[in-house]
């Protein structure tokens, strides 16, 4: 079976050293000592000044909406080209999720649909940096800041890009991040919120701590979201190999690229000129070519190839949300037509070539 992704792993001798001192320290979460050392490293290698350690990513995006400090009730501009968690995490934490349409060119939020959208019940914008192609930060931070609002980006995508040597987390009021298994970095499960401001360093702390501050103090209503020390030793050994991943992964991009590149009815996402990018997914979309990319699908499942409908169907759709008054599905023609029809491809390190033109010559054939 080929899977869309490989979990990537360090070599198994060197997770057991890292994890051996556990069984010495008997310290096995609770913020010990190794996640303090990945903190202090992922500070350094986002380019950002505060990390703060989850235990997965969505609890870590319903932590930063907690202390934002957002009217509850108040509406979220987001987008529906995305994964269940990002619209799940503004219900789940007492807001209106609004849906914004977005660019043909890299599946993130429009901005210039963005504007329309902001309202009395506006608080926040939470976009999303989808399939590691970064959001024009630029334009959103122009709009939140006429009309006063935060912005928190889900950037479970987008470890490690860069914009003119700028690391993406730290864009916006935050930004969170997924370490799950099958993303570019991963701590098994895991997540993190990332910011600039000195404020949000205790209260992201008390928040996934059950808000508790010390032996006899309780400020918040925190919740249970603390990253434990596999984890954490995960990412500090996997962290080692990141860069060396990436760039195994750009050679399985170009080798998708020579292929399928210049062919009628297949559209490439090209990754912009100004982004040191990650190569998380490849995404295709299959609009106006010979086969569907329903049949697409097919042909390749029945050589054990699983590509995946990502992102289908937009989360407006979920039956979750049918019938339901907490949530306004806006105009969105270019997220409807996009998600069907767009299916991402195997990406992974360890991805062989010959399996890349299997892959090709399946959906050419």
Not at 9 to 27: A, G, N, T, V
Not at 154 to 170: C, L, M, P, R, S
Not at 276 to 291: C, E, L, R
Request: aromatic share 12%; charged share 25%.
């Amino acid at each position: 079976m080929i899977n869309v992704t490989q979990s990537s792993l360090p070599p198994f001798e060197e997770y057991c050293d890292e994890i051996k001192q556990l069984w010495s320290s008997h310290w096995l979460t609770n913020m010990g000592e190794k996640h303090k050392l990945l903190q202090n490293q992922l500070e350094q290698y986002l380019k950002v000044k505060h990390v703060t350690l989850y235990t997965n990513g969505h609890l870590a995006l319903e932590g930063a909406l907690s202390v934002l400090d957002l009217k509850k009730g108040g509406e979220v501009i987001t987008t529906p080209f995305t994964f269940a968690s990002t619209t799940h995490a503004i219900v789940r934490s007492g807001f209106v999720p609004v849906f914004c349409d977005i660019k043909e060119a890299d599946y993130t939020i429009d901005p210039e649909k963005i504007e329309s959208l902001i309202n009395e019940n506006t608080v926040a914008i939470l976009p999303v940096h989808v399939y590691g192609n970064l959001c024009d930060v630029d334009a959103i931070e122009k709009i939140a800041q006429k009309y006063h609002l935060k912005v928190l980006y889900d950037a479970a995508h987008a470890f490690g890009v860069q914009k003119n040597g700028v690391g993406v987390a730290g864009f916006g009021d935050m930004s969170m991040f997924s370490f799950h298994a099958t993303k570019v970095f991963n701590t098994i499960e895991g997540g993190a919120v990332c910011f600039n401001d000195d404020q949000y360093i205790q209260v992201m702390n008390d928040m996934k701590n059950f808000g508790i501050r010390g032996t006899e103090s309780c400020r918040y209503v925190g919740g249970n979201a603390k990253m434990n020390e596999f984890q954490a030793s995960m990412g500090i050994c996997n962290l080692r190999y990141i860069d060396q991943w990436i760039i195994q992964r750009k050679r399985v991009l170009d080798r998708y690229m020579d292929r399928l590149s210049g062919i009628k009815g297949i559209k490439l996402n090209t990754p912009r000129k100004d982004l040191k990018p990650n190569y998380a997914y490849f995404p295709v979309v299959f609009d106006g070519y010979q086969y569907t990319r329903d049949e697409i699908t097919e042909k390749l499942q029945t050589l054990n190839i699983r590509a995946r409908k990502y992102f289908y169907p937009l989360t407006c759709d979920f039956e979750c949300y049918q019938d339901r008054f907490f949530y306004r599905d806006n105009s969105i023609p270019v997220a409807r037509h996009i998600a069907e029809r767009v299916l991402t491809l195997p990406i992974y390190p360890e991805l062989e070539d010959s399996v890349i033109d299997l892959i090709c010559d399946t959906i050419m054939m």
